[in-house]
Protein backbone atom coordinates (compact mmCIF):
# COMPACT_ATOMS: atom_id res chain seq x y z
CA UNK A 1 0.00 0.00 0.00
CA UNK A 2 3.06 2.15 0.78
CA UNK A 3 4.74 1.39 -2.21
CA UNK A 4 1.42 1.86 -4.35
CA UNK A 5 1.09 5.81 -2.69
CA UNK A 6 4.61 6.35 -3.49
CA UNK A 7 4.04 5.88 -7.14
CA UNK A 8 0.88 7.47 -7.64
CA UNK A 9 1.56 11.20 -6.07
CA UNK A 10 4.02 11.61 -8.95
CA UNK A 11 1.19 10.61 -10.65
CA UNK A 12 -1.18 13.40 -9.24
CA UNK A 13 0.78 15.60 -9.14
CA UNK A 14 1.76 15.69 -13.14
CA UNK A 15 -1.73 15.66 -13.90
CA UNK A 16 -2.73 18.24 -11.11
CA UNK A 17 0.22 20.33 -13.21
CA UNK A 18 -1.08 19.60 -16.27
CA UNK A 19 -5.08 20.73 -15.63
CA UNK A 20 -3.50 24.40 -14.19
CA UNK A 21 -1.18 24.97 -17.22
CA UNK A 22 -4.65 23.88 -19.56
CA UNK A 23 -6.19 26.07 -17.41
CA UNK A 24 -3.66 29.45 -17.90
CA UNK A 25 -3.76 28.41 -21.52
CA UNK A 26 -7.53 28.72 -21.89
CA UNK A 27 -7.26 32.25 -20.07
CA UNK A 28 -4.54 34.17 -21.07
CA UNK A 29 -3.83 32.16 -24.60
CA UNK A 30 -7.35 32.47 -26.08
CA UNK A 31 -8.11 36.06 -24.21
CA UNK A 32 -5.14 38.14 -23.91
CA UNK A 33 -2.26 36.43 -25.23
CA UNK A 34 -2.22 37.80 -28.77
CA UNK A 35 0.74 35.95 -30.49
CA UNK A 36 -0.55 32.68 -29.14
CA UNK A 37 -4.26 33.46 -31.02
CA UNK A 38 -2.39 34.28 -34.30
CA UNK A 39 -0.49 31.18 -34.32
CA UNK A 40 -3.23 29.37 -33.83
CA UNK A 41 -4.85 31.32 -36.82
CA UNK A 42 -8.78 31.08 -36.29
CA UNK A 43 -9.93 29.80 -39.20
CA UNK A 44 -13.37 29.85 -41.44
CA UNK A 45 -13.81 26.25 -43.64
CA UNK A 46 -16.28 26.41 -46.48
CA UNK A 47 -18.36 23.38 -46.86
CA UNK A 48 -21.07 22.35 -48.98
CA UNK A 49 -21.89 26.00 -49.91
CA UNK A 50 -21.40 27.28 -45.89
CA UNK A 51 -19.18 29.43 -44.30
CA UNK A 52 -18.69 27.71 -40.52
CA UNK A 53 -18.71 28.58 -38.19
CA UNK A 54 -21.36 30.92 -39.94
CA UNK A 55 -20.23 33.72 -36.91
CA UNK A 56 -16.73 34.01 -35.38
CA UNK A 57 -15.49 35.98 -32.09
CA UNK A 58 -11.49 37.01 -32.73
CA UNK A 59 -9.72 39.57 -30.90
CA UNK A 60 -8.66 42.45 -32.51
CA UNK A 61 -5.58 42.31 -34.70
CA UNK A 62 -6.06 38.64 -35.44
CA UNK A 63 -5.88 37.23 -38.89
CA UNK A 64 -8.36 34.85 -40.17
CA UNK A 65 -8.04 32.42 -42.52
CA UNK A 66 -10.85 30.75 -45.14
CA UNK A 67 -9.88 27.51 -46.71
CA UNK A 68 -12.20 25.99 -49.52
CA UNK A 69 -12.96 22.83 -49.13
CA UNK A 70 -15.72 22.49 -52.03
CA UNK A 71 -14.96 20.80 -55.08
CA UNK A 72 -16.66 23.79 -56.86
CA UNK A 73 -15.18 28.09 -56.48
CA UNK A 74 -16.20 30.46 -54.01
CA UNK A 75 -15.31 33.95 -52.96
CA UNK A 76 -14.98 35.61 -49.53
CA UNK A 77 -16.17 39.85 -49.87
CA UNK A 78 -17.30 42.43 -47.32
CA UNK A 79 -20.73 43.05 -47.68
CA UNK A 80 -20.05 46.62 -47.32
CA UNK A 81 -17.56 49.55 -47.91
CA UNK A 82 -16.54 51.23 -51.00
CA UNK A 83 -14.21 49.86 -51.80
CA UNK A 84 -15.39 46.59 -50.02
CA UNK A 85 -12.72 46.14 -47.10
CA UNK A 86 -11.66 42.87 -48.03
CA UNK A 87 -12.04 40.60 -51.28
CA UNK A 88 -10.48 37.22 -52.21
CA UNK A 89 -9.86 36.40 -55.68
CA UNK A 90 -11.86 33.01 -56.54
CA UNK A 91 -10.73 30.21 -54.60
CA UNK A 92 -10.53 26.68 -55.94
CA UNK A 93 -10.58 23.65 -54.22
CA UNK A 94 -8.02 24.12 -50.82
CA UNK A 95 -7.03 27.40 -51.84
CA UNK A 96 -6.88 30.61 -48.50
CA UNK A 97 -7.24 33.49 -48.03
CA UNK A 98 -6.61 35.25 -44.76
CA UNK A 99 -7.56 38.67 -43.66
CA UNK A 100 -6.40 40.05 -40.52
CA UNK A 101 -8.94 42.52 -38.42
CA UNK A 102 -7.32 45.73 -36.91
CA UNK A 103 -10.48 47.31 -35.65
CA UNK A 104 -13.16 46.23 -33.61
CA UNK A 105 -16.54 45.76 -34.91
CA UNK A 106 -18.94 43.45 -36.80
CA UNK A 107 -17.78 42.55 -40.53
CA UNK A 108 -20.50 40.89 -42.53
CA UNK A 109 -19.17 38.84 -45.84
CA UNK A 110 -20.78 37.23 -48.60
CA UNK A 111 -19.23 34.36 -51.30
CA UNK A 112 -19.61 36.39 -54.51
CA UNK A 113 -20.39 33.50 -56.70
CA UNK A 114 -22.89 31.83 -54.15
CA UNK A 115 -24.51 35.08 -52.70
CA UNK A 116 -26.76 33.35 -50.66
CA UNK A 117 -23.46 32.01 -48.80
CA UNK A 118 -23.34 34.57 -45.67
CA UNK A 119 -20.62 34.62 -42.40
CA UNK A 120 -20.05 37.03 -39.84
CA UNK A 121 -16.61 38.35 -38.02
CA UNK A 122 -16.96 39.82 -34.48
CA UNK A 123 -13.88 41.69 -33.81
CA UNK A 124 -13.57 42.36 -29.79
CA UNK B 1 -39.10 10.86 -79.27
CA UNK B 2 -37.99 14.77 -79.50
CA UNK B 3 -40.66 17.12 -78.47
CA UNK B 4 -39.89 18.57 -75.18
CA UNK B 5 -43.43 20.34 -74.39
CA UNK B 6 -45.51 17.68 -75.24
CA UNK B 7 -46.13 15.32 -72.35
CA UNK B 8 -45.58 11.63 -72.95
CA UNK B 9 -48.07 8.83 -72.19
CA UNK B 10 -46.95 5.04 -71.74
CA UNK B 11 -43.78 5.62 -70.97
CA UNK B 12 -41.14 2.62 -71.37
CA UNK B 13 -37.87 1.96 -71.18
CA UNK B 14 -36.60 2.87 -74.70
CA UNK B 15 -38.60 6.23 -73.92
CA UNK B 16 -36.88 6.51 -70.55
CA UNK B 17 -33.40 5.86 -72.00
CA UNK B 18 -33.88 8.91 -74.72
CA UNK B 19 -35.33 11.21 -71.96
CA UNK B 20 -31.78 10.35 -69.83
CA UNK B 21 -30.11 11.34 -73.30
CA UNK B 22 -31.37 14.75 -73.38
CA UNK B 23 -29.47 15.45 -69.68
CA UNK B 24 -25.97 16.15 -71.62
CA UNK B 25 -24.95 16.79 -74.76
CA UNK B 26 -26.47 19.78 -76.51
CA UNK B 27 -29.17 21.12 -77.98
CA UNK B 28 -30.90 22.74 -81.36
CA UNK B 29 -33.35 25.55 -81.39
CA UNK B 30 -36.30 25.55 -84.19
CA UNK B 31 -38.20 28.67 -84.34
CA UNK B 32 -41.20 27.72 -86.32
CA UNK B 33 -43.62 30.43 -86.63
CA UNK B 34 -42.08 32.58 -83.77
CA UNK B 35 -41.83 29.59 -80.83
CA UNK B 36 -38.76 27.70 -80.31
CA UNK B 37 -38.67 24.23 -79.76
CA UNK B 38 -36.20 22.02 -78.59
CA UNK B 39 -34.95 18.92 -80.88
CA UNK B 40 -32.53 16.10 -80.16
CA UNK B 41 -29.89 17.94 -82.58
CA UNK B 42 -30.30 14.47 -84.92
CA UNK B 43 -33.77 15.12 -85.45
CA UNK B 44 -33.70 18.31 -86.32
CA UNK B 45 -34.06 17.74 -90.16
CA UNK B 46 -37.28 17.15 -89.55
CA UNK B 47 -37.74 21.25 -88.61
CA UNK B 48 -37.07 22.01 -91.52
CA UNK B 49 -36.57 25.22 -90.16
CA UNK B 50 -35.73 28.54 -92.13
CA UNK B 51 -33.38 29.64 -88.84
CA UNK B 52 -31.82 27.02 -86.93
CA UNK B 53 -28.65 28.08 -84.34
CA UNK B 54 -27.50 25.70 -81.36
CA UNK B 55 -27.13 26.86 -77.54
CA UNK B 56 -23.85 25.72 -75.50
CA UNK B 57 -23.85 26.66 -71.66
CA UNK B 58 -21.53 26.42 -68.98
CA UNK B 59 -18.02 24.73 -70.50
CA UNK B 60 -16.32 25.46 -67.31
CA UNK B 61 -12.65 25.48 -68.91
CA UNK B 62 -10.28 25.42 -65.81
CA UNK B 63 -12.46 23.00 -63.72
CA UNK B 64 -10.54 19.98 -63.27
CA UNK B 65 -12.21 17.98 -60.05
CA UNK B 66 -13.20 14.37 -59.69
CA UNK B 67 -16.88 15.48 -61.69
CA UNK B 68 -14.71 15.77 -64.78
CA UNK B 69 -10.96 16.30 -64.79
CA UNK B 70 -10.95 17.40 -68.50
CA UNK B 71 -13.64 19.44 -69.90
CA UNK B 72 -11.57 20.79 -72.42
CA UNK B 73 -12.51 17.73 -74.07
CA UNK B 74 -16.27 17.66 -73.20
CA UNK B 75 -16.69 20.82 -74.48
CA UNK B 76 -14.76 19.99 -77.77
CA UNK B 77 -17.15 17.14 -78.56
CA UNK B 78 -19.84 19.06 -77.74
CA UNK B 79 -18.74 21.67 -80.79
CA UNK B 80 -18.17 18.70 -82.96
CA UNK B 81 -21.81 17.87 -82.48
CA UNK B 82 -23.16 21.41 -83.25
CA UNK B 83 -20.64 21.42 -86.29
CA UNK B 84 -21.90 18.33 -87.60
CA UNK B 85 -26.03 18.96 -87.04
CA UNK B 86 -27.97 19.26 -89.75
CA UNK B 87 -29.48 21.91 -90.58
CA UNK B 88 -26.20 23.48 -89.54
CA UNK B 89 -26.81 26.18 -87.10
CA UNK B 90 -26.56 29.94 -88.36
CA UNK B 91 -24.91 30.72 -84.99
CA UNK B 92 -24.31 29.20 -81.23
CA UNK B 93 -25.50 30.94 -78.15
CA UNK B 94 -23.03 30.50 -75.33
CA UNK B 95 -24.76 31.27 -72.08
CA UNK B 96 -22.21 31.40 -69.73
CA UNK B 97 -19.80 30.57 -66.69
CA UNK B 98 -17.13 30.03 -70.56
CA UNK B 99 -14.33 29.65 -68.37
CA UNK B 100 -14.03 28.29 -64.81
CA UNK B 101 -11.90 30.95 -62.79
CA UNK B 102 -12.01 33.79 -65.85
CA UNK B 103 -8.24 33.25 -66.49
CA UNK B 104 -7.40 34.46 -69.67
CA UNK B 105 -5.44 31.49 -70.50
CA UNK B 106 -9.16 29.98 -70.01
CA UNK B 107 -11.01 32.24 -72.11
CA UNK B 108 -8.59 31.48 -74.75
CA UNK B 109 -8.54 27.68 -74.67
CA UNK B 110 -12.45 28.10 -74.58
CA UNK B 111 -12.37 30.36 -77.93
CA UNK B 112 -10.14 28.08 -79.37
CA UNK B 113 -12.08 24.97 -79.07
CA UNK B 114 -15.41 26.91 -79.81
CA UNK B 115 -13.78 27.76 -83.27
CA UNK B 116 -14.48 24.38 -83.99
CA UNK B 117 -18.41 25.16 -84.54
CA UNK B 118 -17.41 27.54 -87.70
CA UNK B 119 -20.50 29.96 -87.24
CA UNK B 120 -20.37 32.85 -85.26
CA UNK B 121 -20.78 32.74 -81.36
CA UNK B 122 -22.86 35.08 -79.53
CA UNK B 123 -21.84 35.40 -75.16
CA UNK B 124 -23.44 36.16 -72.15
CA UNK B 125 -21.59 35.99 -68.90
CA UNK B 126 -21.60 33.46 -65.79
CA UNK B 127 -20.28 34.44 -62.96
CA UNK B 128 -17.39 32.25 -63.29
CA UNK B 129 -16.44 34.89 -66.03
CA UNK B 130 -16.54 37.74 -63.81
CA UNK B 131 -14.72 37.12 -61.00
CA UNK B 132 -11.66 39.45 -62.12
CA UNK B 133 -15.07 42.28 -62.45
CA UNK B 134 -15.12 41.30 -66.13
CA UNK B 135 -12.42 42.39 -67.00
CA UNK B 136 -11.15 38.97 -69.08
CA UNK B 137 -14.11 38.78 -70.53
CA UNK B 138 -14.70 42.53 -71.42
CA UNK B 139 -11.54 42.21 -73.69
CA UNK B 140 -13.01 39.46 -75.59
CA UNK B 141 -16.47 39.56 -75.75
CA UNK B 142 -17.06 43.37 -74.96
CA UNK B 143 -17.54 45.10 -78.28
CA UNK B 144 -20.42 46.24 -79.67
CA UNK B 145 -22.20 45.95 -76.32
CA UNK B 146 -23.78 48.01 -73.42
CA UNK B 147 -22.98 48.73 -70.02
CA UNK B 148 -21.70 45.15 -68.20
CA UNK B 149 -22.31 43.37 -71.75
CA UNK B 150 -25.87 43.61 -72.34
CA UNK B 151 -26.76 43.43 -76.82
CA UNK B 152 -29.74 42.60 -78.93
CA UNK B 153 -29.28 41.21 -82.42
CA UNK B 154 -32.18 40.25 -85.22
CA UNK B 155 -31.79 36.80 -87.28
CA UNK B 156 -34.41 35.84 -89.91
CA UNK B 157 -36.97 38.01 -88.37
CA UNK B 158 -36.42 36.89 -84.62
CA UNK B 159 -34.87 39.48 -82.39
CA UNK B 160 -32.15 38.08 -79.90
CA UNK B 161 -31.41 39.80 -76.41
CA UNK B 162 -29.10 39.01 -74.38
CA UNK B 163 -28.83 40.02 -70.61
CA UNK B 164 -26.45 40.24 -67.88
CA UNK B 165 -26.88 38.92 -64.89
CA UNK B 166 -23.40 38.18 -63.10
CA UNK B 167 -22.92 41.35 -61.67
CA UNK B 168 -23.15 42.98 -58.76
CA UNK B 169 -24.15 40.54 -56.52
CA UNK B 170 -25.31 41.24 -52.84
CA UNK B 171 -24.68 39.47 -49.57
CA UNK B 172 -28.02 36.69 -49.03
CA UNK B 173 -30.17 38.05 -52.35
CA UNK B 174 -30.96 36.53 -56.11
CA UNK B 175 -28.47 38.08 -58.84
CA UNK B 176 -29.75 40.80 -60.60
CA UNK B 177 -30.28 42.79 -63.95
CA UNK B 178 -30.03 46.26 -62.56
CA UNK B 179 -32.15 49.04 -63.14
CA UNK B 180 -29.54 50.12 -66.40
CA UNK B 181 -30.00 47.27 -67.89
CA UNK B 182 -34.12 46.77 -67.62
CA UNK B 183 -34.26 50.61 -68.52
CA UNK B 184 -32.44 49.45 -71.81
CA UNK B 185 -34.08 46.14 -72.22
CA UNK B 186 -37.51 48.68 -72.08
CA UNK B 187 -36.37 50.62 -74.59
CA UNK B 188 -34.87 48.03 -77.00
CA UNK B 189 -38.44 46.38 -77.61
CA UNK B 190 -39.96 49.58 -77.89
CA UNK B 191 -40.30 49.74 -81.39
CA UNK B 192 -40.84 46.40 -82.46
CA UNK B 193 -44.27 44.65 -83.49
CA UNK B 194 -45.89 42.17 -80.48
CA UNK B 195 -45.78 39.62 -83.59
CA UNK B 196 -42.21 39.78 -83.41
CA UNK B 197 -40.43 36.37 -82.30
CA UNK B 198 -38.33 37.24 -78.78
CA UNK B 199 -35.19 35.00 -78.02
CA UNK B 200 -34.05 36.12 -74.54
CA UNK B 201 -30.56 34.44 -72.98
CA UNK B 202 -29.23 35.28 -69.77
CA UNK B 203 -27.12 32.78 -67.56
CA UNK B 204 -28.83 32.74 -64.24
CA UNK B 205 -31.97 31.47 -64.92
CA UNK B 206 -34.70 34.46 -65.06
CA UNK B 207 -37.21 32.25 -62.99
CA UNK B 208 -37.14 31.01 -59.71
CA UNK B 209 -35.92 27.41 -60.17
CA UNK B 210 -34.66 26.64 -56.91
CA UNK B 211 -33.76 30.46 -54.37
CA UNK B 212 -32.47 28.85 -51.73
CA UNK B 213 -29.45 27.92 -53.94
CA UNK B 214 -29.42 30.98 -55.72
CA UNK B 215 -31.13 29.81 -58.81
CA UNK B 216 -33.18 32.61 -59.33
CA UNK B 217 -33.33 36.74 -60.55
CA UNK B 218 -34.44 39.18 -58.34
CA UNK B 219 -35.30 41.21 -60.76
CA UNK B 220 -36.66 39.14 -63.56
CA UNK B 221 -40.42 39.71 -63.42
CA UNK B 222 -39.86 42.85 -64.67
CA UNK B 223 -37.71 42.61 -67.49
CA UNK B 224 -40.37 39.84 -68.52
CA UNK B 225 -43.09 42.52 -67.91
CA UNK B 226 -41.64 44.36 -70.96
CA UNK B 227 -42.17 41.17 -72.76
CA UNK B 228 -45.22 40.71 -71.93
CA UNK B 229 -46.87 41.74 -75.11
CA UNK B 230 -44.97 39.56 -77.93
CA UNK B 231 -46.98 36.84 -78.77
CA UNK B 232 -43.48 34.53 -78.85
CA UNK B 233 -40.79 34.57 -76.21
CA UNK B 234 -38.18 32.15 -75.33
CA UNK B 235 -36.02 32.41 -72.15
CA UNK B 236 -32.67 30.00 -72.82
CA UNK B 237 -30.67 30.16 -69.50
CA UNK B 238 -27.61 27.66 -68.04
CA UNK B 239 -25.96 27.74 -64.38
CA UNK B 240 -27.40 25.07 -63.31
CA UNK B 241 -26.21 22.30 -65.56
CA UNK B 242 -29.44 20.57 -66.62
CA UNK B 243 -32.64 21.10 -68.84
CA UNK B 244 -35.35 21.99 -67.03
CA UNK B 245 -38.33 24.13 -68.38
CA UNK B 246 -41.18 25.58 -67.68
CA UNK B 247 -44.20 27.14 -69.75
CA UNK B 248 -46.12 30.66 -68.36
CA UNK B 249 -47.98 32.52 -70.77
CA UNK B 250 -46.31 33.59 -74.08
CA UNK B 251 -43.22 32.58 -72.32
CA UNK B 252 -41.27 29.61 -72.32
CA UNK B 253 -38.38 29.34 -69.68
CA UNK B 254 -35.58 26.37 -70.56
CA UNK B 255 -32.45 25.68 -68.96
CA UNK B 256 -29.26 23.99 -70.81
CA UNK B 257 -27.11 21.26 -69.70
CA UNK B 258 -23.61 21.93 -69.06
CA UNK B 259 -20.89 20.56 -71.22
CA UNK B 260 -18.49 20.19 -67.89
CA UNK B 261 -20.26 18.59 -65.09
CA UNK B 262 -23.65 17.72 -63.83
CA UNK B 263 -25.43 19.36 -60.79
CA UNK B 264 -27.79 17.95 -58.52
CA UNK B 265 -31.73 18.50 -59.05
CA UNK B 266 -33.08 21.65 -56.98
CA UNK B 267 -32.99 20.82 -53.92
CA UNK B 268 -31.72 17.02 -54.19
CA UNK B 269 -28.74 17.15 -52.63
CA UNK B 270 -27.04 19.61 -49.23
CA UNK B 271 -25.65 21.87 -51.85
CA UNK B 272 -25.43 22.31 -55.39
CA UNK B 273 -22.03 21.66 -55.83
CA UNK B 274 -20.71 19.36 -58.98
CA UNK B 275 -22.19 15.79 -59.41
CA UNK B 276 -19.68 13.03 -59.95
CA UNK B 277 -21.02 10.06 -61.77
CA UNK B 278 -19.08 6.89 -63.01
CA UNK B 279 -17.31 7.86 -66.02
CA UNK B 280 -18.96 5.78 -68.38
CA UNK B 281 -22.14 7.82 -67.16
CA UNK B 282 -21.02 11.13 -67.50
CA UNK B 283 -21.91 11.58 -71.22
CA UNK B 284 -25.30 11.05 -70.63
CA UNK B 285 -25.72 14.28 -68.25
CA UNK B 286 -23.89 16.36 -70.56
CA UNK B 287 -24.75 18.31 -73.85
CA UNK B 288 -25.44 21.12 -76.51
CA UNK B 289 -28.93 22.14 -77.84
CA UNK B 290 -30.17 22.99 -81.21
CA UNK B 291 -33.06 25.26 -81.89
CA UNK B 292 -35.25 25.47 -85.10
CA UNK B 293 -37.37 28.57 -86.45
CA UNK B 294 -39.72 27.73 -89.27
CA UNK B 295 -41.40 30.83 -90.71
CA UNK B 296 -45.73 30.92 -90.42
CA UNK B 297 -45.70 28.03 -87.80
CA UNK B 298 -46.15 27.48 -84.58
CA UNK B 299 -43.53 27.06 -81.59
CA UNK B 300 -39.38 26.73 -82.11
CA UNK B 301 -38.10 23.61 -82.12
CA UNK B 302 -36.12 22.73 -79.67
CA UNK B 303 -33.48 19.34 -79.48
CA UNK B 304 -31.59 18.97 -76.45
CA UNK B 305 -28.67 16.03 -77.23
CA UNK B 306 -26.34 14.48 -75.22
CA UNK B 307 -22.86 13.60 -75.87
CA UNK B 308 -23.38 10.07 -75.41
CA UNK B 309 -26.20 9.94 -77.77
Redesign the interface.
Known amino acids: MKRLRFLLSPLVLTAAVAILAANVFLVFGNLSHRDAAAAEMPGVTID ?3 FAPATLTIAVGSSITWTNN ?4 H ?1 VAA ?1 DGDPVMFKS ?2 L ?2 DDKFSFTFTKPGTY ?3 C ?5 M ?1 GKIVVQ | MTKLLIPETGINRRRVLSCMAWAGAGVLWTVSGGVPRSLLIGDADAAGGSLTFAQISDTHIGFN ?3 NPHPENTMTEAVARIRAAKPSPSFVLHTGDIT ?3 KPGQFDAAQQIIKGVGSDVHYVPG ?2 DW ?1 DDGVAYKQRHGAGTKGDGWYSFDAQGVHFIALVNVVG ?7 SLGSDQLAWLKDDVSGLSASTPIVVFAHIPLWAVY ?4 WGTQDSAEALSYLGRFGSVTVLNGHIHQVLQKVEGNVAFHTAMSTAYPQPAPGAA ?5 LKLPADKLRTVLGVREVAYVEGQQPLALTDATLSA
Open positions: NYQDSDISDAGDTLYHTLHPHT | KDAHLSEHLFKAGALSPDWGASPGP
